[in-house]
């Protein structure tokens, strides 16, 4: 639903690159790049990163 | 022996040491030793006042939880924070938005966002963080470390100075110099051994130092790698004098 704050496996902390990273993959930079960038090496790490789908917006429209 | 310790490189939170004197076992238990033994600061209980937030409480609680708080040397193990957030919508609520009751106690990464709060839905949660061993959760770990072993090419008589091995190099550190490849930059080989398998004459060989090793740190509490290494080696000394102590017992 929203970006996990640590990667799954190494327990480093992603969620506070993640608004960045949109940033700047919608500004049409290669998502590789952009996480090369911010220090995100490891493939456990990126995979959080790039495999996210961020829906609370969809699912704030239906709120309890 | 004796065990020394050099800074070769550091990039962003990163940073490489190059240890020498050293086993793969004491410089896996200095690893061990940092992620299970030295405490640090992380949000363990959480009340919940009001969460108007599409998040359940339950997944606000966890990523709480897993949020990175800066630890002051001070703290001791058991040591406990209280903090508290208070947003109204619409709004994305950030780790910055999280108030410590302490003045040295803070969230490390103010960008790191918790929940999103759309119009008229308000969060009003107070937490309590306590200082412990990794041992206890993953969260309580102080920081990331890693060891890995450095590198040498042995270069047999065979060697005729194709030079396959330099293009075979994924990461272009081989160097021909003279007749013979040279490894520029043994810190940052990632031993994928592509040089070894390119040599049509097998003439390479990659080859380690026993003694000789690099440990990256990546703090994630705060805490400095210094005090990281400090935590982590008082940790272990502090097993052995137990142990030591009930040795002395035995008859």
Redesign the interface.
């Known amino acids: ?6 990667c799954f496996s ?4 992603l ?6 990273f949109k940033k700047k993959v919608e500004k049409g930079e290669k998502p590789e790049k952009a996480m090369d960038d911010l ?1 995100i090496k490891r493939y456990c790490c990126r995979r959080i990163i790039f495999s996210h789908v961020d829906l ?2 969809e ?2 429209k ?3 | 022996m004796t065990i020394s310790i050099k800074k070769i490189d550091e990039k962003g939170n990163v940073s490489r040491y190059l240890v020498k004197g050293t086993s793969p076992a004491l410089i896996n238990a200095i690893r061990r030793s940092v992620m299970l033994h030295t405490p640090c600061l992380a949000i363990e209980d959480v009340s919940i006042y009001q969460n108007g937030s599409v998040l359940f409480d339950e997944m606000l609680a966890h990523r709480l939880g897993m949020l990175p708080i800066k630890t002051d040397k001070t703290y001791k193990l058991g040591d406990k924070v209280k903090l508290v957030v208070e947003k109204e919508g619409p709004c994305t609520v950030y780790g910055k938005d999280i108030k410590s009751t302490d003045p040295k106690i803070d969230i490390t990464d103010k960008n790191i966002p918790i929940t999103k709060l759309s119009k008229n839905q308000k969060l009003k949660v107070e937490m309590q963080a306590v200082m412990m061993p990794g041992k206890e959760h993953a969260k309580w770990q102080p920081a990331i470390v890693s060891y890995n072993e450095i590198p040498a090419l042995a270069v047999s008589k065979e060697c005729n100075g194709c030079a396959d091995c330099e293009k075979a190099c994924p990461i272009n550190i081989i160097e021909m110099k003279g007749k013979k490849p040279v490894l520029k930059d043994q810190y940052n080989c990632t031993l994928c051994g592509a040089c070894v398998d390119s040599c049509g004459k097998e003439a390479l060989k990659l080859s380690f130092n026993k003694e000789e090793y690099i440990l990256a740190i990546e703090p994630v509490a705060g805490l400095s790698q210094k005090e990281v290494i400090e935590g982590s080696i008082k940790a272990m000394v502090e097993k052995s004098k137990g142990f030591a102590k009930s040795l002395q017992k035995l008859k």
């Open positions: 639903m929203m970006v996990p704050i640590r190494c327990g480093k902390q969620a506070g690159v993640y608004e960045e220090g609370i917006d699912i704030s239906y709120p309890r």
